[in-house]
C-alpha cells in the first residue's frame, strides 16, 4: 500500500520550514481527519520538542526524531540530554 499525500506545501526558502509553517500545515489537515484517531511520524523536518509539545497539546500521538543533543524531561526527573 502506497502512502497518498493529504497536504503539500511549497515553501519559498531554502532550508527547513520553521514552527510556525509547520503548525499552520498541521491545522489545515486536522479538521479533514477530526474522526479519525491520529498519529503523527516526523523525521528530520520536524524534529523539534516545541512541535511534539503543541501536538501534544491537540491530543495527538506522535513520534518525532529528535537530534541527540536535545534535551529532555521525563514527568518528574531531570532534565538529560539525548544522547546519554
Known amino acids: 500500500?502506497?502512502?497518498i499525500p493529504v497536504c503539500f506545501k511549497l515553501l519559498h526558502q531554502k532550508g527547513n520550514s520553521n514552527l510556525a509553517q509547520q503548525i499552520s500545515t498541521f491545522?489545515?489537515?486536522l479538521g479533514i481527519f477530526k474522526n479519525y484517531q491520529i498519529c503523527v511520524l516526523g523525521d528530520r523536518e520536524f524534529c523539534s520538542v516545541k512541535l511534539a509539545d503543541w501536538l501534544d497539546k491537540q491530543g495527538l500521538k506522535f513520534c518525532?526524531?529528535?537530534r541527540k543533543n536535545e534535551y529532555i524531561q521525563q514527568e518528574s526527573q531531570v532534565?538529560?540530554?539525548?544522547k546519554t
Open 27 to 29: 491545522s489545515e489537515v
Open 64 to 66: 518525532l526524531r529528535l
Open 1 to 3: 500500500m502506497l502512502p
Open 79 to 82: 532534565w538529560s540530554e539525548l
